[in-house]
């Protein structure tokens, strides 16, 4: 509208965003994911909380864009449900954290920044040392199988979902950004939660991913205890010659043994199935380019574009 400020404007972008997944952001989430606008707390929630304004609806410490007013219930609904699969995925971690190849946990997409629906599958983040990538999925996986908790076609609730994987080697995800706009990236990094890390790892990979900044310039990264489900571990040694035969071994094996759907995806500019030596990334059905498509139509509408 005309008269607004940049940060009002910043604030909409945001808010509209994450109306995308029914998301209903607080005050402070509003400003830690202000798009490509540097601010303070406070100047952000001058605009949220100002009388006058016809943009925002605030219901408790929620924030809607007025015609949403439904979406504070629905993300209370959504972090009840979060919490009992973050717990899941809690002791999931401490599991795999075991291996000592692997260097940190992380939920991610929706049950990242906890508005996951009951149907939904759990997802993890992983990252492993350097020529241990293809071992740990192989164990982990096969240990996933056997104990009855993979997605199947019939059934995902509460299930794991082990489809994105890196090294210590590529801590840097912007080669997995669309090659032109990708909010969808870009806020993922900001929003997962870690659950499991040795060392400073978290750290690594945040400052590995500072392109961020760029257009989260309020994001802060992860702290020490990023959560209260998170437990750190020591640093282990780097991996062993016959750790590093094994991983080659069976990651030929793996090649040939992937699901059809992944192993006959297209590679494209889209980066959904990625398949190398330092990255693992099996998401076939990737909506990126949707998200951005119906974010730039929304921002459109809005006046904010």
């Not at 490509?36 to 006058?52: G, I, M, N, Q, W």
């Not at 929620?62 to 979060?82: D, H, K, M, Q």
């Not at 717990?87 to 920044?113: D, K, M, Q, T």
């Not at 990252?127 to 241990?132: E, I, L």
Request: hydrophobic share 45%; glycine share 4%.
């Amino acid at each position: 509208m005309i008269g607004e400020t940049k940060i009002a404007r910043a604030a909409v972008q945001t808010v509209s965003y994450l109306h995308l997944f029914h998301y209903a952001p607080t005050s402070t989430e509003v400003w830690q994911l202000l798009w490509r606008t540097p601010a303070e707390l406070s100047e952000v929630e001058a605009e949220l909380y100002d009388p006058a304004t016809d943009r925002f609806s605030v219901a408790g410490a929620f924030v809607s864009l007025v015609g949403n007013e439904s979406l504070p219930a629905i993300r209370l609904a959504r972090y009840r449900i979060a919490e009992l699969k973050l717990e899941r995925a809690r002791r999931a971690a401490r599991w795999i954290g075991f291996l000592p190849w692997v260097e940190g946990i992380a939920a991610c997409n929706s049950l990242g920044y906890q508005n996951t629906k009951k149907e939904s599958d759990i997802d993890f983040f992983i990252v492993v040392k350097p020529d241990a990538l293809w071992l740990t999925r192989f164990i982990v996986v096969g240990i996933a199988k056997l104990m009855g908790v993979r997605p199947t076609a019939t059934h995902a609730a509460d299930t794991l979902c082990f489809s994105f994987w890196t090294t210590t080697r590529q801590l840097n995800l912007s080669k997995l950004a669309l090659p032109s706009e990708d909010p969808y990236l870009t806020f993922w990094v900001a929003q997962i939660t870690p659950l499991f890390g040795r060392g400073d790892i978290w750290s690594r990979f945040w400052l590995a991913n500072n392109w961020v900044k760029e257009l989260l310039p309020n994001a802060s990264g992860y702290t020490t205890l990023p959560h209260a489900l998170y437990r750190a571990a020591g640093v282990t040694r780097p991996v062993s010659r016959l750790v590093q035969w094994l991983n080659e071994k069976v990651g030929v094996w793996q090649r040939h043994h992937l699901p059809e759907s992944i192993r006959t995806a297209v590679p494209d500019d889209s980066h959904g199935v990625v398949i190398e030596d330092n990255i693992l990334k099996f998401h076939t059905h990737d909506r990126r380019a949707q998200y951005r498509d119906e974010w730039h139509s929304e921002r459109q509408a809005l006046g904010v574009d």
